[in-house]
C-alpha cells in the first residue's frame, strides 16, 4: 500500500479499539455521532490524491507515492516541496484541522533523520526501531495520533513528581519480548481517528526523573488496554451549507489510558535514557515542526481575514477607520507568520547527521505570538460581524415555498450582495469563531504548542543559549561610554 485514499482509511478503522464518547463505549466506524468528523478526516486522504502535485513525493526506497510530509530533511529542496505540501494540506480545511496527519509525520521524520541522537545516547537497536517504523508509516499511509504531556493534577510540583507521578506513563514490568506500561498521557488530538499513537517526549526532563517514566513508543489504537476518552463532541450532523467546519471538521481531543499495556520491544525508541529524551525536544524539535505548523497557522489566517472583509462588505463598513483598522490588524498577523516562515526557509541550515533544518529563531517567534494572535482573529470576526452572526437563516430556509420570498426580501447585504450568499457568510463566520467547535478550537490554538508566555521565556532561554556575548563588546564600550 502507498499513499491511501478514503476507503483505504475507512477501512484500516475497522478494529478493536476502546473509545468512550461520555458514558458510552462507542464504535468509531459506525457511531452516529462521529460520522461527520469521520467523513471529514477520510476526506483528507482523497484531497491528497487530487492535489498529488504537491500533497504526494516519491519514496525512494519502493519507487511508489508517499505522504510527502514524511520526506526526510536533507535539503533545501526537500523543505520546499514540504511547504508546498502543508500548505495543499491545510487548505482542505482552511486550517481549522490542527493535527492532520502531516503534523506528527513531520515529527517522525525528523526524529528518524536525528539518528544521532539516538545512537549518542542509547543503544543502536532503538535507532533501528524507529527507522523500521518510519518505514511502516511510509509504505502503510498510516495516521498517527500523539499524546506527550503527562497528567498534572497538582501544579506546584513537577510532573513526574508526587500525585502526577503517581499517575504518569511509566514501566511497571518487563517481559523477555516487551515492556508493560501503565499511567496516563494528555491529550490525544485526533486519537478515536488515528492508526497509531504516538508516544514521545513533550518537554525536557529533570536528571532526578524515574528512568521509567522516559518512554517513546507507538502502538496502534486497538491495542488491548488502551482507553480512548473523549471530550464531548461538537461534530454536529448538518448541512456543511450551513455548518462548514461542524460538520465535518472536529478532530476531537482524548485522554489517554493505559491499563498495563504491552508494548513490543521493537515498537520502543527511547527506554529511560535522559539524553535521548532531552536530547530529541531541544535539538531540532521545533525547527522542523515549526515549519508545518506556521504554514497552517497563515492559511487559517489569511481565511480569517478575507473572511472579515466580506463581511465588512457585506454591511457596506469596510471603509469606516476603526473597521479598516480591525481588518489592517488582522492582515498584518498573516503577513507577519508568511514573513517569518519565508525568514526560517531560507536561514535553514545543516544540522548533525546531514540534516536541513528552518533556521529556529523566526519560528519560535510565531510560536510565542500566534496564541494571541488566533484569539483576536476570533474576536475582530466577532466584533465585525455582530448581531448579523445571530440573524442569519439556515440556508434550508430558502427553499421553503412561504419563507424563502421573504428572507430574500428582507435579509440581503449591502453592496448588491443577495440574501443567500449573506447567509452562507455570516454562518461561516458563526461556525469558524462563535459555534462550540469554535470555542475549541480557539483554546486549542491558545496552548497546543505550549502558551504564550513560557514560549516566550523559552525564546529568551534559547538566545541566552546560543549567544556568544564574549566575542561582542560590552555593551557601554559600544555606546563610547568611559569605565571607572
Known amino acids: 500500500m502507498t499513499a491511501r485514499t478514503s476507503a483505504q482509511f475507512l477501512d484500516g478503522i475497522k478494529d478493536e479499539r476502546e473509545v468512550w464518547l461520555g458514558a458510552k463505549r462507542i464504535d468509531v466506524s459506525s457511531d452516529p455521532a462521529m460520522a461527520g468528523s469521520l467523513a471529514g478526516m477520510a476526506g483528507y486522504f482523497d484531497w491528497q490524491h487530487q492535489h498529488s502535485e504537491d500533497c504526494l513525493a516519491i519514496d525512494p526506497v519502493t519507487g511508489e507515492k508517499m505522504n510527502a510530509s514524511l520526506i526526510l530533511p536533507r535539503s533545501r529542496e526537500a523543505l520546499d516541496i514540504r511547504h508546498r505540501a502543508f500548505e495543499r494540506f491545510a487548505r482542505y480545511s482552511h486550517g481549522m484541522l490542527g493535527r492532520t496527519p502531516d503534523y506528527v509525520n513531520v515529527t517522525l521524520a525528523g526524529f528518524t533523520a536525528r539518528r544521532d541522537i539516538f545512537v549518542a545516547g542509547s543503544d543502536e537497536r532503538y535507532a533501528q526501531n524507529i527507522e523500521n517504523f518510519y518505514r511502516e508509516v511510509v509504505e502503510k499511509d498510516l495516521s498517527m495520533t500523539h499524546t506527550i ?12 513528581m508526587g500525585i502526577n507521578g503517581d499517575l504518569t506513563l511509566k514501566v511497571v514490568r518487563r517481559t523477555k519480548d516487551s515492556i508493560i506500561v501503565r499511567g496516563a498521557k494528555i491529550l490525544a488530538t485526533l486519537g478515536p481517528f488515528a492508526d497509531e499513537l504516538y508516544v514521545y517526549p513533550g518537554q525536557p526532563q529533570s536528571p532526578d526523573t524515574d528512568p521509567a517514566m522516559l518512554l517513546s513508543f507507538s502502538i496502534p489504537m486497538g491495542t488491548k488496554g488502551l482507553i480512548t476518552l473523549c471530550r464531548d463532541h461538537y461534530g454536529v450532523d448538518g448541512d456543511p ?4 467546519f461542524s460538520s465535518r471538521f472536529d478532530e476531537q481531543d482524548a485522554f489517554m489510558i493505559f491499563d498495563d499495556v504491552e508494548i513490543p520491544n521493537e515498537r520502543v525508541f527511547i527506554d529511560g535514557s535522559l539524553e535521548v529524551y532531552n536530547g530529541l525536544m531541544m535539538h531540532g524539535w521545533a525547527a522542523n515542526i515549526m515549519q508545518q505548523t506556521s504554514i497552517r497557522a497563515a492559511v487559517k489566517l489569511e481565511f480569517a481575514y478575507e473572511l472579515c472583509v466580506r463581511m465588512a ?12 483598522t480591525m481588518l489592517g490588524e488582522l492582515k498584518t498577523y498573516s503577513s507577519l507568520t508568511r514573513a517569518a516562515i519565508a525568514a526560517a526557509e531560507a536561514g535553514a541550515s545543516e544540522w548533525p547527521n546531514g540534516v536541513i533544518l528552518c533556521k529556529e529563531e523566526p519560528l519560535r517567534a510565531i510560536r510565542a505570538s500566534m496564541p494571541g494572535w488566533m484569539v483576536r482573529a476570533n474576536e475582530l470576526i466577532k466584533l465585525l460581524g455582530s448581531h448579523n452572526l445571530l440573524a442569519t437563516p439556515s440556508l434550508a430556509a430558502f427553499d421553503d415555498a412561504r419563507l424563502g420570498p421573504l428572507i430574500r426580501e428582507f435579509m440581503p447585504g449591502a453592496n448588491g450582495i443577495c440574501a443567500l450568499e449573506r447567509a452562507k457568510l455570516f454562518r461561516t463566520a458563526w461556525d469558524f469563531a462563535g459555534s462550540a467547535l469554535g470555542g475549541r478550537t480557539e483554546l486549542y ?34 555606546l563610547g561610554m568611559p569605565m571607572g
Open 149 to 160: 504531556i503527562n497528567p498534572q493534577i497538582d501544579k506546584s510540583i513537577p510532573d513526574t
Open 241 to 244: 451549507n450551513d455548518r462548514p
Open 313 to 324: 462588505q457585506a454591511t457596506n463598513c469596510e471603509r469606516r477607520p476603526d473597521v479598516a
Open 445 to 478: 490554538e491558545r496552548f497546543y504548542l505550549a502558551s504564550a508566555p513560557r514560549n516566550m521565556a523559552l525564546d529568551h532561554m534559547f538566545a541566552q543559549r546560543d549567544s556568544k556575548w564574549e566575542e561582542v563588546p560590552a555593551l557601554w564600550e559600544r
